[in-house]
């Protein structure tokens, strides 16, 4: 197994209550008990260190490479990263910053979320990415709830003026503009953050659209696996 063996007389005869036989090597015993004969715990050394993303190139019409600056140019790429695929009409990956760009962009991921931007950024060394669209022109389709039913899958579709997402892409981030549908419920705000796992919406300066009303609030948060919606700072007379 790779441990070391020692034997007892090289530093203690072993009882319920250690301290009560003599030390021969006290070194040796410190390093398995404390000071008051309780055993010490192994203690798990955690890996701290973080491996970059490696991108696996599928196809392209086009390769330009600057070998001054190590920026790789293609056009019509297609890159799988990690379990995600990225398509491109154009991209640009710089080896040394480690950062793919990508132009007229679509990434699909491993649980089916297809995401259309004019712009996405990847960061392989941290391993998320931020998208970005020219008149907030989003659109995402079969966006599978991440620990929900998996019976009902809503489609959800939103677009902003920034979208931004964590590592998992189960939450996402919409600045400016915000304006997200799903079903028949519309909710518009200067932000909004969805999140997949627990099937909530919370917007910022929001207006909430459904049955043909509206309601405009200082925050509201949207439930979806309930459908029902809590509304601070609400201006209920509209």
């Known amino acids: 197994t790779g441990a070391k063996s ?24 410190y390093k398995f008990y404390k000071e008051d004969g309780h055993q010490k715990m192994a203690g798990l050394k955690t890996d701290t260190s973080k491996k970059a993303v490696v991108p696996k190139i599928m196809s392209f019409t086009k390769l330009n490479v600057d070998k001054r600056n190590n920026i790789s140019k293609m056009e019509d790429a297609v890159i799988k990263i990690k379990s995600d695929v990225l398509s491109a009409e154009k991209v640009e990956w710089d080896t040394n910053k480690n950062i793919l760009t990508a132009k007229e962009a679509t990434l699909t991921t491993f649980d089916g979320t297809k995401m259309v931007a004019s712009l996405v950024v990847l960061n392989l060394n941290k391993g998320n ?19 929900y039913d998996k019976t009902k899958t809503p489609k959800v579709e939103y677009r902003a003026d920034s979208v ?30 969805y999140d997949a796992g627990r099937g909530l919406f919370q917007a910022t300066n929001a207006i909430i659209y459904h049955h043909s009303k509206n309601v405009k609030a200082d925050s509201i948060y949207y439930d979806v696996r309930t459908s029902k919606a809590k509304l601070f700072g609400a201006d209920l007379d509209r």
């Open 164 to 193: 931004k997402f964590n590592k998992s892409k189960s939450i996402i981030y919409m600045f400016g503009n915000a304006k997200v549908a799903y079903d028949d419920v519309n909710l518009s705000g200067s932000k909004i953050i």
């Open 6 to 29: 020692y034997l007892v007389k090289d530093w203690i005869s072993i009882s319920k209550n250690v301290k009560t036989f003599g030390v021969q090597n006290k070194k040796l015993f």
């Open 129 to 147: 990415f931020k998208a970005y669209s020219e008149n907030g022109n989003f659109r995402v389709d079969n966006l599978d709830m991440i620990n």
